[in-house]
């Protein structure tokens, strides 16, 4: 019976607002056109928002009423609410499958997202090992240049030395050969006296 007579409140309660809803909708073109009229008018205009689709009203409001019978009355409040029991489960049911369908898509959506990551980072890793890659062969002929570089001007450097070691014992012995021959023309002490009395003599050169 409680049931029955907060829905007969909530009826009359409805009744009585509903005058004063359709003063407040039937100001609102009003105020809207004024605002519209006192401001510039846009230079595009957005499109219209789709139709939104409302809920069918629920047939339990307003449906209640009086029984002469209390029998009558009592065996249609337990019908009421059955059948409410039963809205509102199916409807715990419709919206368990719609958080497991949401549920469902955003695990997608988060593989997805993840497997892109995935991808983007084996994608860079690749990426940096090549050009790791790249760095090291580059360095590895800069090294084996710099290197035949290196035995390229030690050998000339060597061969130089060969050849000035060369070109000084050449030296050493044309002036040890100009020695001796130079050493050939000379007068030893004993025959010193001898040949200076045949030269003062003969004048003949020494």
Request: charged fraction near 35%; glycine fraction near 0%; include cysteine.
């Amino acid at each position: 019976m409680a049931s029955a007579r907060f829905l007969h409140q909530s009826t009359l309660h409805r009744s009585h607002l509903r005058p004063f809803h359709k003063l407040l909708f039937a100001a609102q073109p009003l105020l809207f056109s004024s605002g519209s009229s006192s401001s510039a008018p846009p230079s595009r205009r957005s499109p219209p928002p789709p139709p939104h689709d409302f809920l069918k009203p629920c047939e339990f409001l307003g449906s209640w009423k009086l029984a002469s019978d209390p029998r009558e009355a009592e065996a249609r409040l337990d019908r009421l609410r059955k059948d409410y029991s039963k809205q509102v489960a199916q409807m715990r049911k419709e919206y368990s499958h719609e958080m497991e369908i949401l549920r469902a898509e955003k695990q997608r959506k988060d593989e997805a997202k993840r497997e892109a990551i995935r991808l983007a980072n084996e994608k860079r890793k690749a990426a940096k090992s090549a050009a790791a890659e790249t760095l090291a062969a580059q360095r590895k002929v800069f090294q084996e240049e710099f290197r035949q570089t290196l035995l390229k001007e030690r050998a000339e450097k060597l061969e130089s030395w060969r050849k000035k070691e060369q070109l000084r014992e050449q030296k050493k012995t044309e002036k040890k050969d100009l020695l001796r021959q130079q050493s050939s023309m000379w007068i030893s002490e004993e025959n010193l006296d001898k040949r200076i009395l045949e030269a003062i003599v003969d004048t003949t050169p020494l």
